[in-house]
C-alpha cells in the first residue's frame, strides 16, 4: 500500500493541526492504519493507530484526550487531529499500515506495521 502524508505544521503550544494520511491502494477490511513519530535524537514511537472495519482507535497515553484518530472509507484517507499540542510533541509524523492485523488489540510495536508514508513534520513552539 502507498501512502502519503500530509499537514505539517508550525505552531504555537495549545495550538492544533490535522494531519492526513492517504492511501494510493485498497485498505483491507483488516488492515490497521496507524500515527507514529520520530523526535530529533529518539526512537520513533507509536501514537495512536485504528482499524479499518470497525474503527476501533487505540491512543498512545501521551497523547489520549488530545489526538484523535479518525478515518474516510470513500476518501481511503486517515486522520489524526493534534489538539491541545505541546512542544515535545514535536517529531517528524508517519503513518503505516499494519496488513496482518487479526484480533484485538490494535499492535503499537513499529515492526508490526508494513508499509510506510513519508514523514510530514509537525513543530511546537512555546
Known amino acids: 500500500v502507498q501512502l502519503q502524508a500530509f499537514g505539517r505544521g508550525l505552531v504555537q503550544a495549545g495550538g492544533f493541526l490535522r494531519l492526513s494520511c492517504v492511501s494510493f491502494?485498497?485498505?483491507?477490511?483488516?488492515?490497521?492504519v496507524g500515527w507514529f513519530r520520530q523526535a530529533p535524537g529518539k526512537e520513533r514511537e507509536f501514537v495512536a493507530a485504528?482499524?479499518?472495519?470497525?474503527?476501533?482507535?487505540r491512543y498512545a497515553e501521551s497523547v489520549k484526550g488530545r489526538f484523535t484518530i479518525s478515518r474516510d472509507s470513500a476518501r481511503n484517507t486517515v486522520f489524526l487531529q493534534l489538539n491541545m499540542l505541546k512542544p515535545e510533541d514535536t517529531a517528524i509524523y508517519y503513518c503505516?499500515?499494519?496488513?496482518?492485523?487479526?484480533?484485538?488489540?490494535?499492535?503499537?510495536?513499529?515492526?508490526?506495521?508494513?508499509?510506510w508514508g513519508q514523514g510530514t513534520q509537525v513543530t511546537v513552539s512555546s
Open positions: 491502494g485498497v485498505l483491507y477490511s483488516n488492515y490497521v
Open positions: 485504528i482499524r479499518w472495519r470497525d474503527r476501533d482507535p
Open positions: 503505516a499500515t499494519d496488513n496482518f492485523a487479526r484480533r484485538p488489540p490494535i499492535a503499537t510495536p513499529t515492526r508490526s506495521y508494513d508499509d
